[in-house]
């Protein structure tokens, strides 16, 4: 089985939604690893990358070289483990996808861009796994982040709807968990929030650097510009136009979730 950890990141009218995705026995190794560092000196309770960015809560009171080791010792340990795993990742700036989609639109369709960048993880996830010709099915855990319990069970929904396709894809209900408890999701933190930082300054990754090193294991080319928006979004609303006026909310989210199944082509063009 694979498991895929996600977290989210937004500021600066960007949304990121990141993580990285292996077998169970790397996740093992990957997680005694991380626990290790975090517990060598200055032992820290867990990590996140926005906190090391401010000196915040666990890492309030360490040393700018003290942080800087850790996140060096993280980085390393993703990168030791790239090639046992690939990365998966969705960012969108906040203010084209509004364009394209008005609040009328957006709201119904997407709870907003977060829940946006959820499900398309989940299909790209879906695609590389299939391009690497895995046939393990995969477990999805998301940080619990911003989603609510409606947003969170319309997500469920949302698999189960593009599941009758894909029979031999998800491995049980997509879990929620909390970025403290569960080590994997940190890794997932660390990529996700830079992604954000380099999306919101516009800046490629330059070699050698932290965020290059974190998508050694490859990522598929998630970022979401207005041009990609508008090749996603207008067929989308022909295609509920043609499916006839949906009555209800799950009427459309029904045949969103059908667009999804009949139109990877389309997701296709900007992942890869």
Same mark, same amino acid.
């Given at each position: 089985?694979?498991?895929?950890?996600?977290?989210?990141?937004?500021?600066?009218? *960007?949304?990121?939604?990141?993580?990285?995705?292996?077998?169970?026995?790397?996740?093992? #190794?990957? !997680?005694?690893?991380?626990?290790? !560092?975090?517990?060598?000196?200055?032992?820290?309770?867990?990590?996140?990358?926005?906190?090391?960015?401010?000196?915040?809560?666990?890492?309030?009171?360490?040393?700018?070289?003290? /942080?800087?080791?850790?996140?060096?010792?993280? &980085?390393? *340990? &993703?990168?030791?483990?790239?090639?046992?795993?690939?990365?998966?990742?969705?960012?969108?700036?906040?203010?084209?996808?509004?364009?394209?989609?008005?609040?009328?639109?957006?709201?119904?369709?997407?709870?907003?861009?977060?829940?946006?960048?959820?499900?398309?993880?989940?299909?790209? !996830?879906?695609?590389?796994?299939?391009?690497?010709?895995?046939?393990?099915?995969?477990?999805?855990?998301?940080?619990?982040?911003?989603?609510?319990?409606?947003?969170?069970?319309?997500?469920?929904?949302? &698999?189960? #709807?593009?599941?009758?396709?894909?029979?031999?894809?998800?491995?049980?209900? *997509?879990?929620?968990?909390?970025?403290?408890?569960?080590?994997?999701?940190?890794a997932s933190d660390m990529v996700t929030w830079h992604l954000r930082f380099h999306a919101?300054?516009? /800046?490629?990754?330059?070699?050698?650097?932290?965020?290059?090193?974190?998508?050694?294991?490859?990522?598929?080319?998630?970022?979401?510009?207005?041009?990609?928006?508008?090749?996603?979004?207008?067929?989308?609303?022909?295609?509920?136009?043609?499916?006839?006026?949906?009555?209800?909310?799950?009427?459309?989210?029904?045949?969103?979730?059908?667009?999804?199944?009949?139109?990877?082509? /389309?997701?296709?063009?900007?992942?890869?």
């Amino acid at each position: 089985m694979l498991i895929a950890h996600f977290d989210e990141s937004y500021g600066e009218g *960007i949304y990121a939604v990141a993580g990285y995705v292996a077998p169970v026995k790397i996740w093992n #190794e990957f !997680t005694r690893e991380w626990q290790d !560092t975090l517990t060598s000196h200055p032992k820290i309770a867990y990590f996140h990358m926005a906190d090391a960015a401010g000196r915040h809560n666990p890492l309030q009171g360490l040393s700018r070289g003290q /942080i800087d080791s850790k996140i060096e010792a993280f &980085v390393q *340990i &993703v990168e030791r483990y790239a090639s046992g795993m690939f990365g998966i990742l969705c960012v969108v700036e906040e203010a084209p996808l509004r364009a394209v989609l008005p609040p009328r639109l957006l709201g119904p369709l997407y709870s907003d861009p977060y829940d946006f960048c959820l499900k398309r993880c989940i299909q790209s !996830t879906r695609q590389s796994r299939n391009e690497r010709r895995l046939n393990d099915k995969v477990r999805f855990i998301f940080d619990k982040g911003p989603l609510s319990e409606a947003e969170r069970a319309d997500v469920h929904r949302y &698999v189960k #709807e593009i599941e009758a396709d894909n029979p031999a894809f998800f491995a049980g209900e *997509i879990l929620f968990e909390n970025d403290t408890d569960v080590i994997p999701l940190q890794a997932s933190d660390m990529v996700t929030w830079h992604l954000r930082f380099h999306a919101a300054r516009r /800046i490629e990754p330059q070699p050698g650097s932290i965020l290059a090193r974190l998508m050694k294991p490859g990522f598929n080319h998630g970022w979401w510009s207005e041009k990609a928006i508008r090749e996603y979004f207008v067929p989308l609303l022909q295609f509920i136009v043609k499916s006839g006026k949906p009555k209800t909310l799950e009427d459309l989210r029904r045949i969103r979730a059908e667009f999804d199944r009949l139109q990877h082509q /389309i997701i296709d063009r900007h992942d890869h």
